[in-house]
Structure formats: structure tokens, C-alpha cells
């Protein structure tokens, strides 16, 4: 594989984008968390508490998501000094391993959206059996 430093550079625009994505989904967790929190504390009600389990969940696979993308940036970054000193094999095998890197994290984008689905049916759950 001819590997230019061109080619790790595409990563970026789709890194930024993606931990943008990340971010937005975080802090609207945080929010959530809080308003729950504060409810669990006045009616110690259970399905709060299975929504506060469940958005613990979904915090840990955010957390795993910018983490592995972030990983697979500074790959990107590596890979692009070492085609510039012309070390290609080692910049092929970091590049291969930041592309396994950001899709790790985005497998983990997909289970937090799994899970955030699983959310709304704890709430559904809740109003059926009222």
C-alpha cells in the first residue's frame, strides 16, 4: 500500500465532526443526570432510577467513544510524521490501526444509540402500566 500524508489527513474532517457529535450527546447526558438526580432525591421513585442505570451506561460508552477517537486522531497525526520521514511501513501499520480505532468508536456510537432507545421504553413501560 502507497500510503501519502494526504491520506491520514482525511480522518480529519470526520474526527472533528464525530467528536462534536460526542460532545453534544455528553452534555445532554450531564443535564439529564442532574434533572434526575434531583428528582430521585424528592420521590425516590424506581423508574428514575432505572433511567439514572441506564444513562450510567450510556456515559461509560460516550466516555469509551471520545477515548477511541481520540486515539485514532493522534494514530492520524503519528502516521502522517512517520510518511513524512518516509518510515511508510510503520505508517501503514499505525494508520490501519487508527482506522480500527475510530471504528471501535464508532461500534460504541451505535450501542450508546441502542441504549438511549432503551430509555424511552423504560418510560413507555412506565406509562403502560399506569
Not at 494526504?6 to 442532574?34: C, D, I, K, M
Not at 460508552?61 to 493522534?74: H, K, Y
Not at 441504549?115 to 413507555?124: D, M, P, T, Y
Amino acid at each position: 500500500m502507497n500510503l501519502e500524508i494526504s491520506t491520514p489527513a482525511l480522518l480529519f474532517p470526520a474526527v472533528s465532526l464525530l467528536f462534536l457529535a460526542y460532545t453534544n450527546r455528553f452534555l445532554h447526558l450531564a443535564a439529564l443526570v442532574r434533572t434526575l438526580h434531583r428528582d430521585w432525591i424528592e420521590l425516590r421513585d424506581e423508574a428514575l432510577r432505572a433511567q439514572i442505570d441506564n444513562l450510567r451506561k450510556r456515559l461509560v460508552l460516550i466516555r469509551w467513544m471520545q477515548l477511541m477517537g481520540a486515539a485514532s486522531l493522534l494514530l492520524c497525526v503519528l502516521t502522517m510524521v512517520t510518511v513524512a520521514f518516509e518510515f511508510t511501513g510503520v505508517g501503514n501499520v499505525l494508520f490501519v490501526i487508527a482506522l480500527v480505532l475510530m471504528g471501535v468508536s464508532l461500534v460504541c456510537l451505535l450501542f450508546e444509540i441502542w441504549c438511549s432507545g432503551g430509555a424511552l421504553q423504560i418510560l413507555l413501560k412506565r406509562v403502560e402500566e399506569e
